[in-house]
Every structure is written in structure tokens, then in C-alpha cells.
């Protein structure tokens, strides 16, 4: 248990915070170590790391919202009078 501790720490501190618990059970196994993903989230927990949460950037491009649509009613409407007419 204390030695999970430690290889815990180490990954962490190697990644620099970047590695969530996931990212880490998953080095643990190629490290040779087997363990349950809620076991790597409890031990980091009470060992106070937490994975750095990267913010999407801002983006205010809306793309075609506010775009109206062409009016094709009165197209249809001026085809079936042209019919009846003639």
C-alpha cells in the first residue's frame, strides 16, 4: 500500500499534474502494477493530488446563426398559378 503510495507520487509529480487517476492506473500496469481505478483515485485523494483541469479556449464564431432563409412559398405559390392559367 505505501509503496503504491509512492509510484503514485512519482508518476504524478513526472507528469507534472497532468495525469488524472485513469492515466495513471494505466501506467501503473505498464509499470507491472495491477490495481482497481477506484483504488489509484482513493489513494490520490488522500494523498491530496489532483490532475490540472485544462479550460477550452473562447471561441465567439457563430458560424450561419442569424442567417434567414430564403422564402420559397411564394416561388411554389407563382407555379401552381402559372398551371391554372395557363
Do not use: W
Request: glycine share 8%; charged share 30%; hydrophobic share 30%.
Amino acid at each position: 500500500m505505501q509503496e503504491l503510495k509512492i509510484l503514485i507520487k512519482e508518476i504524478y509529480d513526472e507528469q507534472k499534474g497532468r495525469y488524472g487517476y485513469c492515466h495513471i492506473k494505466d501506467e501503473l500496469v505498464i509499470r507491472g502494477y495491477k490495481n482497481n481505478h477506484k483504488k489509484v483515485q482513493r489513494l490520490m485523494k488522500e494523498q491530496g493530488l489532483k490532475s490540472m483541469v485544462r479550460m477550452n479556449n473562447y471561441r465567439s464564431y457563430k458560424g450561419n446563426a442569424g442567417k434567414t432563409a430564403p422564402n420559397i412559398f411564394i416561388v411554389i405559390l407563382r407555379q401552381k398559378n402559372q398551371m391554372k392559367n395557363g
